[in-house]
């Protein structure tokens, strides 16, 4: 079974959130104070050793100073409740015998699957005293009748899906953990299965790659304090040398081609030992663990982040992965990506459903955004422009206009390699406001019907589209204060030139460049000060951060 659903209601920093769980991995974003910590502590009661983590006042709902609480909340919640839902994954799973004492609480769902919710209730009384109460949920949420197995199925449902947390810093005790030695049966399974598929890797080479992945899982993907306590119960004896974790990254593509669930399973079993073994802690034969991981960029080189990523995709487990990096991001699938965005009253998880998006825009925005570009992800805004001459130049504009476009969150992309559609619904899906910067020629003004047709209705055109007063950006810019700039860069002069202008600004290009006509407009503009700037580009540049 999987984790299919969370809802969180006045958990911390969360006043409310309903989270669907990626299947199989999802890396989240989103600012500081979004609930990516709140978040993950709620996830964190699913582990076995918070089974019965006793509330305190700070787990309860307060608004944070930059989002005030709404009118009828002005106190702290009373009542915080963390509902989870679990299904099966095809159907017919929950007919085995390991799922038998869920049967009295599971429902089929929509779907035709069956799944269970499981709620943990905390209230505090007028007397601060924190009750806390544990209950499965029919359909309509409802709690089902009393249930004389409660506490049994609770143990039993975090021994299925127990919560790994490989990070925490905020965790500043710690259980004994004790990594078990790599199992052989297990090492020598591998081996034969890697044999077989014809790799190049040696038994010894799998020992080894394990041996990698067990300093990579135990050591550096914890925080100080607890890799402090692992040195000392169990040392690892070596640091991994740049040839290990070569040998790592031949094990992970090894493993690219052997997809049978067999061998993943094989795997898994050899980190179930690994990270799940503690003492005194009974785990289920069948648990599949849910992985949680906070900023791995944090404790990795980007080389190992990138071997480490490759590595946790092979496990058949669920993988909930926060972070604040571009180069995490870059590592995920598109679909992958959420986007924690916060409203007055309420956290909304962006993302991009499969079918919103065509195979072709997919690519496009992989490529040019993902792969070029991710730190856009983290945007609040997105200044679409149709070239680069767009970008060298308004960006220093808007600097020298007193707009910080990187602290204001606004990114400016060129659109034209990629499409501009895909981009808009790419950007609406994942909650980015967007605005674009079109020419006005004949291609510029397509790209204005698209953003006619794309913008949402209830706002205004001028919040999501400026048009240039010009077929281009050069023809702009010369006729808006630049042309001794052009004359300059064409003829050596700039006194009266008897061509067009559209000749003058091709001889300026042909002569210098593009990169090199914006370097100087810009430093002429920084020169001249803030009345050079264009007027149009104020007004835009006040629009964008003002929706921000």
Known sequence: MYLKRVEIVGFRGINQLVLDIDPNQMMLTGENTWGKSSLLGALSLLSPEQLDYPFTARDFYQPTPDQPAPAEQALP???????????????????????????????????????????????????????????????????????????????????LSPVMRLKNPLQHEMKGVSPEILSDHYLELLSHQLKAAQTSLSGDD?????????????????????RDKLKRQAPLGYQPSLTDWNVLDRFNHALDGLEDEYTRLSLLAVFTGLLCSEEGQAWSAAAMPILLLEEPESQLHPIILSVAMHLLGHLPVQKIITTNSSD?????????IYRLKRYPDYIEAKHVNEKSLGHSDVRRIKFHILYR?????????????????????????????????????????EFAQCGLKPLIK?????????????DGDQAGKKYADT???????????????????????????????????????ACGTTAHIDMPISRIIQKAIHKSSKPDLAVAICDDARARGLQAIPNLFKQMFARIVKSS
């Open 77 to 159: 919640s009373q009542r915080a409740t963390l509902s989870f839902t679990f299904a099966e994954k095809q159907s017919g799973q929950w007919q085995s015998p390991i799922y038998q004492l869920f049967e009295p609480v599971a429902e089929v769902a929509e779907e035709g699957l069956k799944q269970l919710t499981y709620q943990i209730l905390a209230t505090r009384t007028s007397a601060n005293d924190i009750v806390m109460a544990y209950h499965f949920l029919d359909r309509q949420g409802q709690v089902m009748a009393t249930d004389a197995q409660l506490a049994e199925r609770r143990q039993y449902l975090v021994r």
């Open 328 to 336: 995490t991001l870059a590592l995920a699938e598109l679909m992958q």
């Open 451 to 489: 953003v006619r047709s794309l913008c949402p209705q209830e706002r205004q055109l001028d919040d999501y589209l400026t048009v240039l007063p010009a077929k281009d950006m050069e023809n702009f810019m010369f006729r808006h204060g630049f042309s001794h700039i052009y004359k300059m860069m």
């Open 206 to 226: 799998v020992f080894k790659g394990l041996q990698v992945a067990r300093a990579l899982m135990s050591y550096y993907l914890v925080d100080s304090h607890q």
């Open 373 to 413: 570009r991710s730190a856009a992800l983290f945007a609040r805004t997105w200044l679409l422009v149709e070239g680069e001459t767009e970008v060298w130049i308004l960006r220093e504009l808007a600097e020298q206009a007193g707009y910080y476009l990187n602290s204001e969150g606004v990114q400016i992309i």
């Open 426 to 438: 790419y950007a609406q899906q994942m909650g980015i406001h967007w605005h674009v910067l079109t």
